[in-house]
């Protein structure tokens, strides 16, 4: 997901955008919030470090893609979001495993 974040900075600062305004918030709003999802989240689950809260933001953020932009969009577009979003899920229910700051910190 961090492949798809880092592009999308160069589009929040470059003036008006064409990002898709989702749940009454300016076009703006919803792109900071998803790239504060995707890039810290994607961090955070690459150290193993709170893996299930940002599995949770991030299982949002892609629930949102699917149902609200990419709604009238056929399968094959809206089929990697639905990977990442089935991934999220089995993240959340599973934790991070032994090899994670997780793990560490709670032994």
Not at 5 to 22: C, I, R, Y
Not at 25 to 49: D, E, F, N, R, W
Not at 78 to 101: D, I, M, N, Q, R
């Amino acid at each position: 997901m961090l492949s798809k974040g880092l592009p999308k900075v160069e589009m929040l600062f470059s003036g008006p955008n064409t990002f898709p305004a989702v749940l009454g918030m300016s076009s703006q709003l919803s792109l900071a919030l998803t790239l504060l999802a995707q890039i810290i989240g994607s961090l955070l689950i690459l150290a193993g470090a709170a893996t299930r809260f940002a599995a949770l933001i991030l299982l949002v953020n892609m629930l949102v893609a699917v149902v609200v932009a990419h709604a009238n969009d056929p399968f094959a577009k809206a089929e990697p979001a639905l990977h990442f979003l089935l991934v999220y899920v089995v993240l959340l229910l599973t934790g991070s495993g032994k090899f994670s700051v997780d793990y560490l910190i709670q032994k």
